[in-house]
């Protein structure tokens, strides 16, 4: 599977192929687009120029937290959509899709750099900081 975030018909059709009857924690096309502008904020964030941010992948588990006062405490069962985009050159891309069960704790997302985008982002990391120096402390000098 291959689908741009773009086209929001043939999302929505593979997310109901993956969700089937569940819809109340599982993502929707809209959810789709949102972490692939997430993704390449992030990616912007980190300093890695456009020409070098094909290959990143972002992976996403649909679903929020519940409180823990509900008296029902199972939470095992809650149906959740979990979607992999992936950077290609021209945009983000969906890649895989399935669905999954999340507990109390709900989804995440995180986005994944290619060994290239690693280096590239702690290069602009190290340049924006440096090393202090060690200055040895003077020490007084004892009165007799």
């Known amino acids: 599977m291959k689908i741009n975030v773009s086209d929001t018909a043939k999302i929505a059709a593979a997310l109901g192929a993956v969700n089937g009857t569940a819809s109340a924690h599982t993502a929707s096309a809209a959810d789709v687009a ?3 502008v997430i993704a ?3 990616l912007a964030a980190l300093g890695i120029a456009k020409k070098d ?10 679903g929020d937290a519940v409180s823990n006062a509900y008296s029902k405490k199972n939470w095992s069962g809650r149906a959740a ?10 945009g983000w891309f969906v890649c895989a899709g399935g669905r999954v069960t999340v507990g109390q704790a709900g989804g995440w997302a995180r986005t994944l750099l290619t060994p290239n985008q690693y280096d590239l982002a702690l ?7 440096g090393v ?4 040895p402390v003077p020490v007084a000098a004892a009165a007799a």
């Open 132 to 135: 202090v120096a060690a200055v």
């Open 123 to 129: 290069m602009v990391f190290r340049a924006g900081f």
């Open 40 to 42: 390449e904020a992030h």
């Open 81 to 90: 959509t979990r979607v992999r985009l992936t950077r290609g050159v021209s």
């Open 53 to 62: 941010r094909s290959g990143a992948v972002r992976d996403y588990v649909s």
């Open 34 to 36: 949102a972490q692939a």
